[in-house]
């Protein structure tokens, strides 16, 4: 089991900027790929962006040009930079982890945007 840490998440008006961080064990080798998936009341998780060991990224098309997600594999820690912040964006934020065949997530961090 891999015990994942989040924070950054909180209430913003919308145009405003957030940045989320979620840190794995340092002692936890073999982390391939990180990411950031949300869910919004009565939808389904999404995938909002993820970074391979390599450093290649993935984003959703609705949030390209407006977050960056990075990570720093020294620290085992992902990085979601969110500017110009929509109403939409609100939902709950997991990061989630893989390493080897599995998969883990952590415990979410809401952020909101008010209009």
């Known amino acids: 089991q891999v015990h994942l840490v989040e924070s950054g998440g909180g209430l913003v008006q919308a145009g405003g900027s957030l940045r989320l961080s979620c840190a794995a064990p340092?002692?936890?080798?073999?982390?391939?790929?990180m990411g950031w998936y949300r869910q919004a009341p009565g939808k389904q998780r999404e995938l909002v962006a993820d970074?391979?060991?390599?450093?290649?990224?993935n984003y959703a098309d609705s949030v390209k040009g407006r977050f960056t997600i990075s990570r720093d594999n020294a620290k085992n820690t992902v990085y979601l930079q969110m500017n110009s912040l929509k109403p939409e964006d609100t939902a709950v934020y997991y990061c989630?982890?893989?390493?080897?065949?599995?998969?883990?997530w952590g415990q979410g961090t809401q952020v909101t945007v008010s209009s």
């Open positions: 989630r982890v893989t390493r080897s065949l599995d998969a883990y």
């Open positions: 340092v002692m936890i080798s073999s982390i391939n790929t």
């Open positions: 970074i391979t060991s390599g450093g290649r990224t």
